[in-house]
């Protein structure tokens, strides 16, 4: 799990009431575990032992091993997306936002790859997801075409492509069937996709990734149920 995402179960602004707070300890205790032994092989057990609890409390706020895998998945989407948009707020223009985005989930897929198989199966499954994920993609694309940078025949059709290229390439990368620098050629396919040339689109898909800005414990919101 990369640290920038992991890290921000240890932030909060106020002190969190006991139940949010030793959700929070599970789940890095969840992360641990199946970093370490994979998905299929943690256990209840383990997760309450590296947590220092017992199976008991772990049930107390997980009916099973599949719900805690499902809401690790979950805050690892909702966590990205708000580093994602933390990390672009300086920037103006909508094409190297989606640039922006659409690469830092096939970094996530290199950096984590059985994550980011996993938060693709949840996202299948979770509409409220889907509605943060594709609301921040569905902004830039509006700003892209506001600013004459994309010509597009619809939003919906455009969102389609976005999200079926990018679902795809993040299965890729994650399987380890990609060569260097994926991240920036699909990138750059999707904003030809969008309607820019591909010289341009090469060049916006090309440049430095912003780096995530320190973490502000004042966003560092309650992990959902």
């Known amino acids: 799990m990369p640290a920038e995402l992991h890290d921000t179960l240890t932030v909060s602004a106020t002190p969190l009431p006991k139940r949010e707070r030793t959700r929070r300890q599970l789940l890095a205790a969840a ?11 943690a256990t209840i057990q383990e997760i309450a032992g590296v947590a220092g609890m017992t199976p008991a409390t772990v049930y ?38 989606m640039a922006i985005g659409n690469r830092r989930y096939l970094w996530l897929a290199q950096q984590s790859p059985q994550w980011a198989l996993v938060l693709l199966d949840v996202v ?4 409220a997801l889907i509605r943060q994920i594709s609301s921040d ?5 509006r700003l892209g075409v506001k600013q004459g940078s994309f010509r597009i025949a619809s939003e919906a059709a455009a969102m389609d492509m976005i999200s079926g290229t990018i679902t795809q390439a993040m299965r890729s990368v994650a399987h380890g069937l990609t060569p260097a620098g994926h991240d920036r050629a699909v990138a750059a396919t999707v904003l030809c ?5 591909i010289g341009e689109a090469r ?7 912003p780096e995530f800005r320190p ?9 959902a149920d």
């Open 124 to 127: 299948s499954a979770s509409p």
């Open 193 to 197: 996709g969008l309607g820019m040339e």
């Open 137 to 141: 993609a569905l902004a830039d694309l």
């Open 31 to 41: 992360i641990q575990v199946i970093s370490t032994r994979g998905i299929g092989a």
């Open 60 to 97: 107390n706020h997980f009916e099973s091993r599949s719900q805690i895998i499902e809401a690790i998945a979950l805050w690892v989407g909702q966590t990205l997306c708000q580093r994602i948009s933390d990390s672009y707020a300086h920037i103006a223009a909508g094409a190297e936002r």
């Open 215 to 223: 973490l502000d414990s004042g966003k560092a919101g309650a992990i």
């Open 203 to 209: 060049e916006v898909a090309s440049r430095p990734l």
